[in-house]
């Protein structure tokens, strides 16, 4: 079955049959359109939608001189109608849509233990809901007249259409995406006063709960190149001979997991008017995510799962020895010292000398295909069926075979996972900046 769309291919389909071109591929290339700038290239400026609404209020109330509250909401929503999804064609006729909706909710007290001394604690709760890149008006593979259904009810539409040397066409291969992001934090800083000194220490506490799902290729995608069986990957497109099938097919709903917990002193000293000298430190532990069905993968060259003693050898799960349930290590010793002082020579306003030196970790979530990428692609939970060759079917790429069933592992096993033994990046930062006032409204800078 295909759509009254496509249904008009079928009447040319014995001339295109008869001359080795695919009826259904003369269809996908309606989703090129013709030339208008020259007879190859085709520009034209595509409107972007978006609407928003946003609120807030805030409630004080002050108990005494020494002791206030605050509480503050903040509520905001939206959605976006793009006319081209950022992972996707750069021709027309594929738009998406996001949803967004925030809320953020703050509890502060404030209390004043003496002049010089002064405690501030918080509570704070952000829950953010993102639906990303959700299909619109897209044909789906059945709806085309390809013989295999999209894998996903909330990531149906068109297929991605590689083409070496041309512009792809089609829907994007990845998404969409809905999330739902609840975090809860409490905090507590201390401030003293003292002479030359100014001193705050403080910790906090930290829960992220993300609950998603994302469609990763679930219209598949398809390759064309431009050396197999022809020269041309348009011509090998029209004679229905692509050179790979990918689908993902798996289980990519996501329970995430994360706690995080910090503390830190830090002192100001004001040595006299001309210097000022700053010194601290901050300690965290890092903490992976972990999912809630420990539904995480990594690979371990040499290693053979106990948890699937039939899964590949290298991949190992949450629950084989020596991976934990974030797959690495909870890491401990995050200490992050930070100096710097600033210096004026001469003591008249003239001059200006500053320098600082810290490090900063990252989470380990942080960095390309970590923070959502690894968890998803964690087999055999996610699932990727691929074809790869000069016989691969074009309307029909499964060729009768059945659905791989879920949670088994497929060959060839396509996964991107975090090391288990991955430890979180730092970065040191070092700066100088030296400043000379020349006139009252004039002044030259050199920073480093």
């Given at each position: 079955?295909?759509?009254?769309?496509?249904?008009?291919?079928?009447?040319?389909?014995?001339?295109?049959?008869?001359?080795?071109?695919?009826?259904?591929?003369?269809?996908?290339?309606?989703?090129?359109?013709?030339?208008?700038?020259?007879?190859?290239?085709?520009?034209?400026?595509?409107?972007?939608?978006?609407?928003?609404?946003?609120?807030?209020?805030?409630?004080?109330?002050?108990?005494?001189?020494?002791?206030?509250?605050?509480?503050?909401?903040?509520?905001?929503?939206?959605?976006?109608?793009?006319?081209?999804?950022?992972?996707?064609?750069?021709?027309?006729?594929?738009?998406?849509?996001?949803?967004l909706t925030g809320h953020s909710a703050v509890l502060s007290n404030t209390h004043l233990f003496s002049p010089s001394v002064t405690n501030s604690a918080r509570l704070t709760f952000f829950r953010f809901l993102f639906n990303f890149d959700q299909r619109i008006g897209q044909l789906t593979p059945d709806e085309?007249?390809?013989?295999?259904?999209?894998?996903?009810?909330?990531?149906?539409?068109?297929?991605?259409?590689?083409?070496?040397?041309?512009?792809?066409?089609?829907?994007?291969?990845t998404g969409p995406r809905d999330t739902v992001q609840n975090t809860f934090e409490i905090s507590d800083n201390l401030a003293w006063f003292h002479n030359r000194h100014s001193v705050k220490i403080g910790g906090e506490f930290r829960r992220n709960q993300i609950n998603a799902i994302q469609a990763i290729a679930p219209n598949a995608f398809f390759v064309f190149s431009s050396s197999l069986p022809t020269s041309d990957a348009f011509a090998n497109l029209l004679l229905g001979k692509q050179v790979?099938?990918?689908?993902?097919?798996?289980?990519?709903?996501?329970?995430?997991?994360?706690?995080?917990?910090?503390?830190y002193a830090q002192d100001e000293w004001r040595l006299s008017n001309r210097l000022t000298f700053n010194y601290g430190l901050r300690w965290e532990i890092i903490t992976p995510n972990s999912e809630i069905h420990n539904r995480l993968s990594t690979f371990v060259p040499g290693y053979q799962s106990r948890v699937f003693p039939d899964a590949p050898p290298g991949i190992l799960v949450v629950g084989d020895p020596g991976v934990s349930s974030g797959i690495a290590a909870n890491y401990y010793k995050a200490l992050m010292p930070r100096v710097g002082l600033a210096l004026d020579p001469t003591g008249k306003g003239l001059w200006s000398i500053r320098a600082a030196y810290g490090i900063f970790y990252d989470p380990l979530s942080n960095g390309a295909n970590l923070a959502f990428q690894a968890p998803l692609s964690s087999v055999p939970w996610g699932q990727f069926f691929q074809i790869a060759g000069a016989n691969v079917p074009f309307v029909n790429p499964y060729g009768g075979q059945p659905v791989p069933p879920k949670n088994t592992f497929l060959q060839p096993t396509t996964t991107v996972v975090l090391d288990n033994a991955a430890r979180p990046p730092y970065a040191q930062d070092w700066n100088l900046s030296i400043q000379r006032s020349l006139r009252k409204i004039i002044f030259l800078k050199y920073a480093m």
């Open positions: 079955m295909i759509s009254r769309r496509a249904e008009r291919w079928y009447r040319a389909g014995e001339y295109f049959r008869a001359n080795s071109i695919q009826w259904l591929s003369v269809f996908i290339n309606t989703f090129y359109p013709l030339g208008n700038t020259s007879p190859s290239i085709y520009t034209s400026t595509r409107v972007a939608q978006n609407e928003s609404d946003q609120f807030g209020g805030r409630l004080d109330f002050d108990q005494s001189e020494k002791n206030q509250f605050f509480a503050r909401y903040a509520y905001s929503n939206g959605y976006n109608v793009n006319p081209f999804s950022v992972g996707g064609s750069p021709a027309p006729g594929f738009p998406v849509r996001d949803d085309l007249g390809l013989q295999y259904n999209s894998s996903s009810n909330i990531g149906a539409g068109s297929p991605f259409f590689n083409l070496s040397g041309y512009s792809p066409v089609g829907g994007a291969i790979t099938f990918y689908q993902g097919i798996g289980d990519f709903n996501r329970g995430l997991r994360n706690w995080g917990t910090a503390a």
